[in-house]
């Protein structure tokens, strides 16, 4: 599940980067490869992250850290913390990624990289 509890005002910046890692995090939870891959800066930042579909891993996104600063020309890099459970085990484990983003010439965000 994707659980942020943050809220921006409608139209802000901030509102667009958590839409985008909403609808980029529910299509890896939904197995939703084209929609995953579709919000990506270009299919060669996608293709290092096919992996994410060979696993039955299943995660909750629960936190994103403050976007107001970090910005430097049209990236910014954003934290996402979250639970995820192997199928092999019974309890959850705590980590997080790292996104960097990319604000494209129409003015709209896309992913480049996660780690």
């Known amino acids: 599940s994707v659980d942020f509890e943050e809220t921006y005002p409608e139209g802000s910046e901030e509102a667009a980067i958590i839409d985008l890692l909403r609808a980029h995090l529910t299509?890896?939870?939904?197995?939703?490869?084209?929609?995953?891959?579709?919000?990506?800066?270009?299919?060669?930042?996608?293709?290092?992250?096919?992996?994410w579909f060979e696993k039955e891993r299943k995660y909750q996104f629960i936190d994103v850290e403050d976007l107001s600063v970090r910005k430097?020309?049209?990236?910014?890099?954003?934290?996402?913390?979250?639970?995820?459970?192997?199928?092999?085990?019974?309890?959850?484990?705590?980590?997080?990624?790292?996104?960097?983003?990319?604000?494209?010439?129409e003015g709209n965000w896309t992913v480049q990289t996660i780690k």
């Open 27 to 51: 299509a890896l939870n939904n197995k939703d490869r084209d929609s995953f891959m579709g919000l990506f800066r270009s299919t060669g930042y996608a293709s290092q992250h096919e992996d």
């Open 72 to 105: 430097i020309n049209n990236q910014i890099s954003v934290r996402v913390l979250h639970r995820y459970i192997d199928p092999d085990q019974n309890h959850p484990n705590l980590s997080g990624l790292v996104y960097t983003l990319y604000k494209n010439n």
